[in-house]
């Protein structure tokens, strides 16, 4: 089976600060390369990173010595850097899309997306909702109250076959869906949901990097 990865990393880091979030450290690591390095277990045919402009100098320094890695120029929006990633791929059978500042994936969560997407051909890592959640209308006022035992937060990787993924970004193009999965739904396409760990988290502020800090030192990881 052979395995692509797609890490993107074409945002601007602008809820972050001044410096790009993906080069802050994290136990002398920048969080970029544990995103990329947490796939290498599963000897991926490639990597490509879809990067800024402004990232890629940098990038191409810190992953010098990661095999059959390449860096693609990210798009306007998240969906349009992912396409370029994919246009990129060496017609793997599987490819696993994961966000860059998710640096803490756990191996075994990516196991099970992997096995889930070679058995249904779409799966996504998440965590099931612990807060209830209200929907809210433009007035403010609640509308539905859903039942939290079928709410799941959704994070990554998401796991695709890869000509179905390919397609679903060919037909979509120019359009600006929030995940991959979103736009496999919307083709009418079965997405399947493989639960993951609350530690996945995204870095978007300083105080999720310190999060993550916390977590990789006192080893929940």
Known sequence: MKLSVIVTAGGTSSRYGNKNKLLEKIDNKEVILYSIEAFLPFNPA??????????KPELEKL??????????????TRQASIYN?????KNPDI?????????????????KCIEKAIEKKAAIVAVRAVDTIKKVDETGKITETPDRNTLWAVQTPQIFDYRLIFDAHKK???LSFSDDSGM??????????TE??????KITTKKDLFIAREIIKNTIL
């Open 46 to 55: 490639e990597i490509i990173v879809s990067s800024s402009d402004s990232l």
């Open 63 to 76: 992953t010098k010595n990661i095999p059959d890695i390449k860096i693609v120029k990210g798009g306007n």
């Open 85 to 89: 990633a994919l246009k990129v791929c």
């Open 95 to 111: 490819v696993a899309i994961h966000d860059a500042a998710r640096p803490l994936i756990k191996k075994e969560d990516i196991q």
């Open 172 to 174: 979509l193009e120019g």
């Open 184 to 193: 496999i739904e919307y083709l009418g396409y079965d997405v399947y949901v």
């Open 196 to 201: 993951g760990s609350y530690s996945n988290i």
